[in-house]
């Protein structure tokens, strides 16, 4: 059984893996946020075992997997709490949007900074219900990962939410 000094050791261990996953993931790309595939999905099983060590060091106990998961859960509140309140910070963090389709025209340099093929953009549109590019209104590349899309001069708006999910909004 760990100490509250112990303890005190993995609060801050679940603090600074926090901050590590939320620094890869915004380094490295989020568009792989809203579609999990078979691959990211083993990706993030992966990274949450190898973490898991580095939070909790030899403490497997019930009472030390508490500790973590609260820990993990108040920098989480933490965090929302100050996206919320300081938009430099949000914007540092999250990003910001992309227009990636203007008045049914491609915004190449943005796709491109994003890291969105081309297809991926199409399948998005297809899935939207637009046949191509030049029949979108706006597209747009949201901080969450997801594709707003804008269609049938601004009067139909839909976004992909993950896979297999999409809202209307008229």
Known sequence: MLSVLGYGKIIV???V???????AIRIFGKKEL????????????????SVQNA??????????????AASLFVVNYIFKKALYKFPYFSQSIQGHPQLLIYKGRLLEQNLAKI????????????????????EVDQAVFEVDGNISIHSKGYSRHTLKKKKNHKIELR
């Open 34 to 49: 809203a579609q999990l595939s078979v691959l990211d999905l083993v990706f993030v099983l992966l990274i949450s075992n």
């Open 55 to 68: 939070m909790v060091g030899s403490d497997s106990s019930l009472l030390g997997g508490i500790i973590a």
């Open 13 to 15: 261990s679940c603090f």
């Open 115 to 134: 890291q969105l093929s081309r297809e991926e953009l199409e399948e998005a549109i297809r899935e939207h219900g637009a046949e191509n590019i030049s």
């Open 17 to 23: 893996v926090y901050l590590f996953i939320i620094i």
